[in-house]
């Protein structure tokens, strides 16, 4: 069992190295032309900023969430723009979905719910906090953990490929062990049968700061063992590594604190309700 998953692993992601590698490259070059304009866009967008970044947050780019957390700690944006910006990023979702030959329509959708939230609960958070912002020049300090933007869309790409590549064939063979162990029918019962238990542990998955989370979310759902309401919420709360720069970068931790339970408790529901109206994609 063990040679067979080994296998299979291996040869499943081997397969997806072609279309992962082109996707990256698409994406950095998209990222080198456009990527300093949409940053200015976010600075400046003022109350209608979890409109803006609700939507430019939907686009793969590297280290936009930890531009948003820089931008924050210095007060340039509100919580709610923030926040739109972390529920709206799916980190690896979109290469990944896009390298194992998702229709199109579907990763239309999946975006679509997500910015939907984003900007609704943005426009909330920001409602209910009334936060005023003080207009403040900060050195803009941008943490680019996984970011490899400064050797060219070439080498980038080739990085973020070998990267997301090792994660992929690695979960993979974790997923199909644990197929092959206690089967995927018991697997699968654990989170599709169990309202509300797919959801919430989707969304812990989703918060830990790294591209991994993303990857696993992305495969348990193509795999069949999560629902789509719990896809839905893990891809919400998941921010990258944005989450982990907002605490270092600010000082305010209990204002950390709550963004952090922002973000959770909008993914879990965005979950739920999806699941609730019978969204599915």
């Known amino acids: 069992m063990i040679i067979d998953a080994v296998t299979d692993s291996f040869m499943d992601s081997v397969k997806l190295l072609p279309f992962l590698f082109l996707t990256y490259l698409a994406m950095e070059y998209l990222e080198h032309k456009a990527g300093q304009k949409m940053q200015e866009t ?6 209608g900023g979890p409109a803006i970044g609700s939507v430019l947050g939907i686009f793969p780019q590297c280290g ?7 931008l924050y700690a210095g007060r340039i944006i509100t919580t709610g723009t923030l926040l739109a ?3 709206s990023t799916s980190d690896e979702m979109l290469p990944i ?11 239309l959708k999946i ?7 984003a900007l609704a ?3 909330a958070v920001d409602f209910l906090c009334r936060r005023k912002q003080r207009k403040m020049q900060i050195e803009h300090l941008c943490e680019q953990h996984h970011c490899h933007c400064e ?59 790294n591209c991994a989370s993303s990857v696993a979310i992305t495969q348990l759902y193509l795999n069949g063992v999560l629902s789509a309401g719990a896809m839905i919420a893990g891809l919400l709360s998941g921010s990258g590594v944005g989450l982990l720069v907002l ?27 999806v699941n609730w109206l019978g969204i599915v994609f």
Not at 42 to 47: H, M, N, Q
Not at 64 to 70: E, G, M, R
Not at 175 to 186: C, S
Not at 249 to 273: P, Q
């Open 121 to 123: 609960a943005g426009f």
């Open 64 to 70: 936009f969430s930890t531009v948003a957390s820089n």
């Open 85 to 87: 910006i972390f529920w």
């Open 111 to 117: 975006l679509a719910v997500k910015v939907v939230v």
């Open 151 to 209: 050797n060219g869309i070439w080498k980038s790409a080739l990085h973020h490929t070998v990267e997301i590549f090792l994660y992929i064939m690695v979960i993979s063979l974790a997923l199909n062990l644990l197929i092959g162990w206690i089967g995927e029918d018991v697997l699968g019962s654990l989170f599709l049968n169990r309202p509300v238990v797919g959801e919430l542990v989707a969304a812990l998955l989703g918060m830990i700061p």
């Open 42 to 47: 976010i600075r400046s967008a003022g109350r």
């Open 247 to 273: 605490f270092r970068v600010n000082d305010d931790h209990w204002e950390n604190c709550r963004i952090l339970g922002l973000l959770y408790g909008i993914g879990v529901a965005g979950g739920i309700a």
């Open 97 to 107: 979905m896009i390298s194992e030959s998702v229709r199109m329509s579907v990763i």
